[in-house]
């Protein structure tokens, strides 16, 4: 069975900081992927990462994929206000997504 | 990627009485559709998967008499709460899941999602 953990599950960090967040999987998975939800709104899609050693970037996000070690990474970068929200990784089996717990993100002024 | 509705989007409806949201694919072949509860501060739990024109098929402990699901066509999907009572205030959310120009996909497109208060 597919299962998804990630840490931490909460982080407050100033702003200007950098910070990783981590998401293990169980078992093999076809795609990973990261979200964002803001409170109250539903999922905003953040990355897809298809293979081993997939590594894509956004603005102050950077997400990675091993899949040898079954482990995503979310780095954040020079962190701002704006990047609070909470951060969800999925992992993809057999057509259905398994969500991590998310990670609460607070950014500090 | 896929322009998702749902309907309501909020909902505050009295103890016992029934409820239904309904979830729509604007813009894309919708031969898969989930649906998602998620209680404040939880993630996401999957209650069921539907296939356009078939049963839904639903996660274990989710009661499929109480969530009813309908999938009657590509681009709508409905759930209905029914006799609802306070402890099924949540937040739902539907994804869509199908068919892009480049084939079958297993990438899902989430709605805006629909709370819903039972008083």
């Known amino acids: 069975e597919l299962k998804v953990e990630q840490n931490p599950l909460f982080l407050s960090m100033q702003e200007g900081k950098n910070y990783t967040i981590y998401c293990n999987y169980s078992t093999t998975s076809d795609r990973l992927y990261w979200y964002r939800q803001d409170p109250g709104k539903s999922l905003e899609s953040l990355f897809v990462l298809l293979s081993n050693g997939a590594v894509k970037q956004e603005g102050r996000l950077m997400a990675s994929l091993d899949t040898k070690a079954r482990l995503s990474t979310l780095h954040i970068t020079a962190a701002v206000h704006d990047l609070s929200a909470t951060y969800f990784c999925v992992a993809s089996g057999t057509y259905k997504y398994i969500f991590g717990t998310g990670t609460r993100l607070k950014v500090l002024a | 990627g896929a322009v998702v509705s749902q309907h309501p989007s909020w909902v505050i409806c009295k103890s016992g009485t029934s409820v239904k949201i309904e979830c729509r694919s604007l813009d894309f072949q919708a031969t898969t559709m989930f649906w998602y509860r998620q209680f404040p501060k939880q993630s996401l739990m999957l209650m069921a998967t539907s296939n356009e024109g078939s049963k839904a098929t639903y996660e274990q402990g989710v009661e499929k008499d109480k969530f009813l699901i309908n999938h009657a066509s590509l681009t709508l999907s409905t759930l209905t709460v029914t006799s609802a009572h306070p402890e099924d205030s949540s937040f739902y959310i539907c994804?869509?899941?199908?068919?892009?120009?480049?084939?079958?996909?297993?990438?899902?497109?989430f709605g805006p999602g629909t709370r819903l208060t039972v008083l």
């Open positions: 994804s869509v899941q199908g068919l892009t120009g480049q084939g079958a996909t297993d990438t899902q497109y």
